[in-house]
């Protein structure tokens, strides 16, 4: 059964009464707030605009209009307008791309410090294909030369495709080959050379960086409170390097004893606050696994943290603890000096294991469906082919897992810790889709983007090794596709509440091809200590100063800003589905006929002209009333009171 109910947003009172209901959050009631009305800045593109070609990559969307065309040099055809300070590396004519959908096209490649650009002319409309070098996994050389004398090349990529070119051989054998040129590129940091969001410097209306602001997203919950405090105690990242500056612990625990709970948690991610309910004061902690080992070594500090993590919540005398991991890796950890919580050490908490396995099970799923989903789908074993991949039971365990973190704080009024093992990959996962669930201001495009910053970024997600951005070494171990995985949660929830979240579907999947694009610098390093070593601020632009410089792009137009109501999902399989709109995207055949996002747009203005409207009668029965009562004063009447109408 679907229920909801929710907190209040970014700068509103919240209110003493939380109230459920049975729907989706699917009902017409209109929302308060309307976005449509802000100005669309020149430099932004929608993603209809520019589909001349079946597999034109999104980044073409960012490109300003303002820049001049360029010719190629020696074709005289059209060149792609560069970013600032895009350059041309290498071009080469007549190079033929083996487009899976169309067939074999010739045309000419560019190759620039941030793309690669072909362009086949023979068709009407020409043919683009517009590719980040970001989105390059690996390069492979595909055999030697053919009778023709051409040179395969095949581009294995991030975003669920296979590129493959052919070219004539060299006849100036010391002349490197444009895509020996294009290795160089797409892997700065195994060249030498600085990845391209550092040289990029695009200036927007909106300063991305200022987005998140740790001590306001903690006002905002109201912490610092008689419970909670605000700890200064990794401000210089020595307690805990992957951990961010500004922390929330209980109030009764000083910072020397938090130093002795890093020491027995595994790399000091002591157990910290992510969200606390506004009514109940049950919280959400995340950190990482105890360090147990095989003898079941104990904490007398931490045994202690956790007990007051518990008392902090005047409304239970219980805390849960959520393991992310299956219990028999759990217990493997314990020989590798790890391990899980014993219900004898800590008192009235309860130990519950939620079977997500680790980073490189996720891995071989993608890989599965990436054979499954591209370039062509068998149509008669779909279904058993999709089952084979398991990437929707990776999905539904992650769901399941989050909405019973959701159910204890929100229904029993319990505090819950989450971790797996370090706390960085399925722990992320799982608090904030929680908070998702929780808490109604995530559900907006600013309070998503803090969201992603709070408990993704600034908790030391992995980034720069789970994605590999600018390295050769496509092998690396440390790969994984956690934070697609959390985005196609995300996705799932807008399916089944899909007027609850502020932002569309074109907003996640842009999210997710910046997050390889390499062109912002959001996503760049380990942790908040690396961005700050490296001046990511200063140096890089924000994916946000992006997205928040052209709302309307992102904007659902059938959101309704429900104040008080908490997602409770379905996450049987059958409610589940596969994501189309991002794995299967490049195959022309799965598009939709009618373009979705121009029909956004198209409503969302509606919906503006309509709040006029609204706006123009509601000071009307105003104007009204207040004529009405002047004429009559010194008359008994009874008050009018204006119809709060949103559209």
């Given at each position: 059964?679907?229920?909801?109910?929710?907190?209040d947003?970014?700068?509103?009172?919240?209110?003493?009464s939380?109230?459920?209901?049975?729907?989706?959050?699917?009902?017409?009631?209109?929302?308060?707030?309307?976005?449509?009305?802000?100005?669309?800045?020149?430099?932004?593109?929608?993603?209809?605009?520019?589909?001349?070609?079946?597999?034109?990559?999104?980044?073409?969307?960012?490109?300003?209009?303002?820049?001049?065309?360029?010719v190629?040099?020696?074709?005289?055809?059209?060149?792609?307008?560069?970013?600032?300070?895009?350059?041309?590396?290498?071009?080469?004519?007549?190079?033929?791309?083996?487009?899976?959908?169309?067939?074999?096209?010739?045309?000419?490649?560019?190759?620039?410090?941030?793309?690669?650009?072909?362009r086949?002319?023979?068709?009407?409309?020409?043919?683009?294909?517009?590719?980040?070098?970001?989105?390059v996994?690996?390069?492979?050389k595909?055999?030697?030369?053919?009778?023709?004398?051409?040179?395969?090349?095949?581009?294995?990529?991030?975003?669920?495709?296979?590129?493959?070119?052919?070219?004539?051989?060299?006849?100036?054998?010391?002349?490197?080959?444009?895509?020996?040129?294009?290795?160089?590129?797409?892997?700065?940091?195994?060249?030498?050379l600085?990845?391209?969001?550092?040289?990029?410097?695009q200036v927007?209306?909106?300063?991305?960086?200022?987005?998140?602001?740790?001590?306001?997203?903690?006002?905002?919950?109201?912490?610092?409170?008689?419970?909670?405090?605000?700890?200064?105690?990794?401000?210089?990242?020595?307690?805990?390097?992957?951990?961010?500056?500004?922390?929330?612990?209980?109030?009764?625990?000083?910072d020397?004893?938090?130093?002795r709970?890093?020491?027995?948690?595994?790399?000091?991610?002591?157990?910290?606050?992510?969200?606390?309910?506004?009514?109940?004061?049950?919280?959400?902690?995340?950190?990482s696994?105890?360090?147990?080992?095989?003898?079941?070594?104990?904490?007398?500090e931490?045994?202690?943290?956790?007990?007051?993590?518990m008392?902090?919540?005047?409304?239970?005398?219980?805390?849960f603890?959520?393991?992310?991991?299956?219990?028999?890796?759990?217990?493997?950890?314990?020989?590798?000096g790890?391990?899980?919580?014993?219900e004898?050490?800590?008192?009235?908490?309860?130990?519950?294991?939620?079977?997500?396995?680790?980073i490189?099970?996720?891995?071989?799923?993608?890989?599965?469906?990436?054979?499954?989903?591209?370039?062509?789908?068998?149509?008669?074993?779909?279904?058993s082919?999709?089952?084979?991949?398991?990437?929707?039971?990776?999905?539904?365990?992650?769901?399941?897992?989050?909405?019973?973190?959701?159910?204890?704080?929100?229904?029993?009024?319990?505090?819950?810790?989450?971790?797996?093992?370090?706390?960085?990959?399925?722990?992320?996962?799982?608090?904030?889709l929680?908070?998702?669930?929780?808490?109604?201001?995530y559900?907006?495009?600013?309070?998503?983007?803090?969201?992603?910053?709070?408990?993704?970024?600034?908790?030391?997600?992995?980034?720069?090794?789970?994605?590999?951005?600018?390295?050769?070494?496509?092998?690396?171990?440390?790969?994984?596709?956690v934070?697609?995985?959390?985005?196609?949660?995300?996705?799932?929830?807008?399916?089944?509440?899909?007027?609850?979240?502020?932002?569309?579907?074109?907003f996640?999947?842009?999210?997710?091809?910046?997050?390889?694009?390499?062109?912002?610098?959001?996503?760049?390093?380990?942790?908040?200590?690396?961005?700050?070593?490296?001046?990511?601020?200063?140096?890089?632009?924000?994916?946000?100063?992006?997205?928040?410089s052209?709302?309307?792009?992102?904007?659902?137009?059938?959101?309704?800003?429900?104040?008080?109501?908490?997602?409770?999902?379905?996450?049987?399989?059958?409610?589940?589905?596969?994501?189309?709109?991002?794995?299967?995207?490049?195959?022309?055949?799965?598009?939709?006929?009618?373009?979705?996002?121009?029909?956004?747009?198209?409503?969302?203005?509606?919906?503006?002209?309509?709040?006029?409207?609204?706006?123009?009668?509601?000071?009307?029965?105003?104007?009204r009333?207040?004529?009405?009562?002047?004429?009559r004063?010194?008359?008994?009447?009874?008050?009018i009171?204006?119809?709060?109408?949103?559209?």
């Amino acid at each position: 059964m679907e229920k909801s109910g929710s907190v209040d947003s970014l700068g509103s009172k919240r209110s003493s009464s939380r109230q459920p209901s049975v729907d989706s959050l699917s009902s017409t009631s209109t929302s308060r707030s309307d976005r449509s009305a802000q100005a669309k800045p020149p430099f932004a593109m929608s993603a209809e605009s520019v589909a001349t070609s079946a597999e034109l990559s999104p980044e073409f969307r960012v490109k300003p209009k303002t820049e001049a065309k360029q010719v190629f040099r020696d074709s005289g055809k059209e060149e792609p307008q560069l970013l600032p300070n895009e350059a041309v590396q290498d071009m080469a004519q007549d190079v033929t791309y083996f487009c899976p959908f169309i067939g074999a096209l010739r045309g000419t490649v560019l190759v620039t410090n941030y793309r690669l650009f072909f362009r086949c002319m023979d068709r009407e409309p020409a043919f683009v294909l517009d590719l980040p070098l970001g989105v390059v996994s690996r390069v492979e050389k595909i055999g030697g030369a053919s009778n023709r004398g051409d040179v395969s090349y095949g581009l294995v990529c991030k975003d669920m495709r296979n590129l493959r070119f052919a070219h004539k051989q060299m006849e100036d054998t010391l002349r490197k080959s444009i895509f020996e040129v294009l290795v160089k590129f797409a892997f700065p940091v195994s060249n030498g050379l600085q990845i391209y969001a550092f040289e990029y410097g695009q200036v927007f209306p909106e300063n991305g960086w200022k987005v998140y602001d740790a001590l306001s997203e903690y006002k905002r919950q109201g912490i610092p409170n008689e419970s909670w405090r605000i700890t200064k105690v990794n401000d210089h990242y020595e307690v805990c390097d992957t951990y961010p500056s500004t922390l929330a612990v209980p109030v009764n625990i000083p910072d020397e004893e938090l130093k002795r709970v890093a020491a027995f948690r595994a790399k000091g991610r002591i157990p910290v606050l992510s969200w606390i309910h506004p009514e109940s004061q049950a919280t959400v902690t995340r950190c990482s696994q105890p360090m147990v080992g095989v003898n079941g070594k104990r904490s007398k500090e931490d045994e202690k943290y956790l007990q007051a993590i518990m008392d902090a919540n005047a409304q239970s005398h219980k805390l849960f603890i959520f393991d992310a991991r299956p219990s028999v890796n759990a217990a493997a950890n314990k020989m590798k000096g790890g391990g899980y919580e014993s219900e004898d050490a800590y008192q009235n908490a309860e130990l519950v294991f939620l079977d997500i396995h680790n980073i490189h099970v996720m891995r071989e799923s993608l890989r599965k469906l990436k054979d499954v989903v591209y370039p062509n789908i068998e149509d008669s074993h779909w279904l058993s082919n999709l089952e084979s991949t398991h990437w929707l039971e990776h999905i539904k365990l992650i769901l399941a897992g989050a909405l019973r973190i959701a159910d204890k704080v929100e229904s029993g009024k319990t505090s819950v810790v989450v971790h797996c093992s370090d706390g960085w990959d399925r722990t992320g996962q799982l608090t904030s889709l929680a908070m998702l669930m929780l808490d109604g201001y995530y559900r907006t495009i600013r309070g998503f983007e803090v969201l992603l910053e709070k408990e993704w970024l600034s908790f030391g997600h992995r980034f720069q090794l789970r994605l590999g951005h600018g390295d050769k070494n496509h092998t690396d171990a440390d790969r994984s596709p956690v934070f697609i995985q959390f985005i196609d949660c995300v996705w799932q929830l807008t399916r089944q509440f899909p007027a609850a979240f502020e932002f569309n579907e074109y907003f996640l999947v842009t999210i997710l091809d910046h997050l390889y694009s390499c062109l912002f610098g959001t996503f760049l390093c380990n942790s908040e200590q690396q961005r700050l070593k490296e001046e990511i601020p200063k140096r890089t632009v924000s994916l946000w100063s992006y997205v928040n410089s052209q709302l309307e792009e992102f904007t659902n137009p059938m959101y309704v800003n429900y104040s008080n109501h908490v997602l409770f999902p379905v996450v049987s399989l059958r409610h589940l589905e596969l994501w189309v709109g991002y794995y299967i995207r490049w195959n022309p055949r799965m598009r939709p006929q009618e373009p979705v996002h121009q029909r956004h747009k198209e409503l969302l203005a509606k919906r503006a002209e309509l709040q006029k409207r609204v706006d123009e009668l509601q000071r009307e029965v105003t104007n009204r009333s207040a004529s009405s009562s002047s004429e009559r004063a010194g008359s008994p009447t009874r008050s009018i009171t204006p119809v709060q109408t949103f559209v």
